[in-house]
T-cell receptor
Framework: KAGVTQTPRYLIKTRGQQVTLSCSPI?????VSWYQQTPGQGLQFLFE???????NKGNFPGRFSGRQFSNSRSEMNVSTLELGDSALYLC????????????FGQGTRLTVV | AQTVTQSQPEMSVQEAETVTLSCTYD???????LFWYKQPPSRQMILVIR??????QNATENRFSVNFQKAAKSFSLKISDSQLGDAAMYFC??????????FGAGTRLTVKP
């Protein structure tokens, strides 16, 4: 079956702009999580959506938001971009079982200039 | 809040030798899973091995095994007979009943020929 698909793969934005990233999970997976990966900070948890509801949220400012649609596809939005938002944004999907592994997409590389 | 700590930012190993990557975590929950993920230079994160907190027996997957010490909240990964293809970033992860998966900062493993 198809894996987790993230679009776009690469993105260059200017400070102050906003950006929307998309994630299509594996068919049947209802949980989608987003992570920010930077060289200095490792993997930072942004938020998790399950059945269109935000179930968990990491420690990021309100400029970072997300949503999930009825088909489990998820979008992440970052408003008023800052240089420090430059990172690889990873999306992961999983089933609801505790032991279920998370399957990751290839990520979206966001560069803010 | 649960935290995952990987105290070794970088490790190196000679090909065919054994290396152990460290991970500690902090939690007050009794039911959880622990995972090791590998992120090769291609960036696709893949699962290496998982361990259920209730199982005392350490998980093993071919050349990969874990040393799970629940009381010490330690979960190290041992890679035996290291191969060049094992070179990657390795992330330790914790998942609790609320399905929130948290990752450590990662350990970059270099394999020397």
């Amino acid at each position: 079956k198809a894996g987790v698909t993230q679009t776009p793969r690469y993105l260059i934005k200017t400070r102050g702009q906003q950006v929307t990233l998309s994630c299509s999970p594996i068919s049947g997976h209802r949980s989608v999580s987003w992570y920010q990966q930077t060289p200095g900070q490792g993997l930072q948890f942004l938020f998790e959506y399950f059945s269109e509801t935000q179930r968990n949220k990491g420690n990021f400012p309100g400029r970072f938001s997300g949503r999930q649609f009825s088909n489990s596809r998820s979008e992440m939005n970052v408003s008023t971009l800052e240089l420090g938002d430059s990172a690889l944004y990873l999306c992961a999907s999983s089933s609801s079982a505790l032991q279920a592994e998370a399957f990751f997409g290839q990520g979206t590389r966001l560069t803010v200039v | 809040a649960q935290t995952v700590t990987q105290s070794q930012p970088e490790m190196s190993v000679q090909e065919a030798e054994t290396v152990t990557l460290s991970c500690t975590y902090d939690t007050s929950e009794s039911d959880y899973y622990l995972f090791w993920y590998k992120q090769p230079p291609s960036r696709q994160m893949i699962l290496v091995i998982r361990q259920e907190a209730y199982k005392q027996q350490n998980a093993t997957e071919n050349r990969f095994s874990v040393n799970f010490q629940k009381a010490a909240k330690s979960f190290s990964l041992k890679i035996s007979d290291s191969q060049l293809g094992d070179a990657a970033m390795y992330f330790c992860a914790y998942r609790s009943a609320n399905n929130d998966m948290r990752f450590g900062a990662g350990t970059r493993l270099t394999v020397k020929p």
